[in-house]
């Protein structure tokens, strides 16, 4: 069978980077093409031209063995092209059909629009209720939603950015299933994601991409993990390691924090109670929608609470806002890297200096010191391995992964007492999942209280002392990470309750 798509030594520069140096690659009908690279590898801006959304300064592509450069995405719309994006593109006040026909070119009657989305549900495993609306969906529900409008256009190839990145296990399986079942009916896939697992687990074949070129081409079902990690970093990837510390006294404490929901589609907060103590981190997981946010302002003081339901080192801070409680050294790195935690169109010095101004004292006199805010930027960026074409360039300017390891980096060496932190891992390549679980162990180790709120089931059985699941708003019992398995995990996110005798049992 010929190649769908035929790319033949593609080229992008932009200032002071070649994003895309001479890539080649190839994908077939039928079949599940994993890219794969460090974040900067250039995936992004591939995958951008592909679309329509970007042209490349060098190279061509070929779609059905016809010459193929998209001004735009309609026109790789129009090419059977389609696109799910790693960040969701969704209105939450409007209905499934409605956001389904913002994505058409010339949408049906919404009667009939609603009929072939059930029809989609049905063919393709992705239950959906045309008439629900968005804001009220889960992660899951919400990227099914994406797949559909998609669908509808009956591609013949499909981009995937990062697909299962804020989803449960449960949910992750579910895709699969649709994307093994679209493939068996002939679309080609071309699916980018860090989680080398799902990548074996999936993939027909993979292009790993490092500096923005071609290193290495394999069949990731014969190819390990470790092999994979290798080619993407060029090396032996680290991994984080403990240093046997001490867990010491509580210092950030919740006692009976309620909180109503940010928005009309989230959920308030009922009752919770939990503490971090020093040189320990609490890993909190459990289904998107179920309450984090909500969780993440309270702690971070976006949103006030009861004065003594959050309590720091004996004091009450449930009143102070984010700028009181920095200055005590409560640093908080939220899930949302774009547009909440760093502000798109400013520089790379000003968003470090938007929150480092106090512990990093970047001021002199009332104003901004520049030349340590620069300094500043420079080490985050020196120490986390952003690459960036500079500290002076937009944060929207980095690609997801990059910006992330900014974001994370930027609190972390401000030397926190506490540290919250949304996400903290989220769109990053294993090596840099790595280096950011790490800083953390070690801010840990020399005793910081530290709570990770987290989706990837890995990442908090990694470096978490204590798990705990939120469940419809409220904070269960936190159980030692040691001896806890999968199946018990998914039982407390859940909301199932031990009884006694497991409970001794999992000690």
Known sequence: MSDLLVIDGLTK????????DGVSLAVAPGRIHALLGENGAGKSTLVKIIYGLAAPDAGRMFMRGREYSPASPSDARRSGVAMVF??????????VAENVALGMEDPPPMSHLARRIRGLSEAYGLPLDPGRVVGGLSAGERQRVEIAR???????????????????????????????KLSSEGAAILYISHKLGEIRALCDGATVLRRGKVVASRDPKTTTEAELAALMVGGEPPRPGRAGRAVGAARLVIDGLAAKPLSPFGTALKDIRAEVRAGEILGVGGVA?????????????????DPAAIRFDGAPIGRLGPNARRGLGILCAPEERLG???????SLV??????????ENLTRRGFIDWRRA????????ERFDVRAQGSSHAARSLSGGNLQKFVIG????????????????????????????????????????????SQDLDELLEISTRFAALNGGRLGEARAVEGLTMERIGLMMGGSRETEAERADSR
């Open 340 to 346: 909440h935690a760093a502000a798109p169109d400013m």
């Open 410 to 453: 930027r609190e972390i060496l401000q030397r926190p007492e506490a540290l919250v932190a949304n996400q903290p891992t989220w769109g990053v390549d294993a090596a840099a999942a790595a280096a950011i679980r790490q800083a953390i162990l070690d801010l840990a180790d020399r005793g910081a209280a530290i709570l990770v709120i």
């Open 374 to 381: 620069r300094s500043f930027s420079d080490r985050i960026i």
């Open 289 to 305: 929608g179920n309450g984090q946010d909500e969780f993440f302002a309270a702690l971070s003081g976006e949103t006030a609470s």
């Open 86 to 95: 790693q960040h969701f593109s969704l209105f939450d006040a409007l209905t």
């Open 350 to 359: 000003e968003n470090a200096a938007l929150t480092g101004m106090r512990r």
């Open 150 to 180: 998609c669908l509808i256009q009956d591609p013949d190839l499909l981009i995937m950015d990062e697909p299962t990145s804020v989803l449960t296990p449960r949910e992750a399986e579910s895709l699969f299933s649709t994307l093994r």
């Open 13 to 20: 520069a932009y200032p002071g980077v070649v994003a895309n």
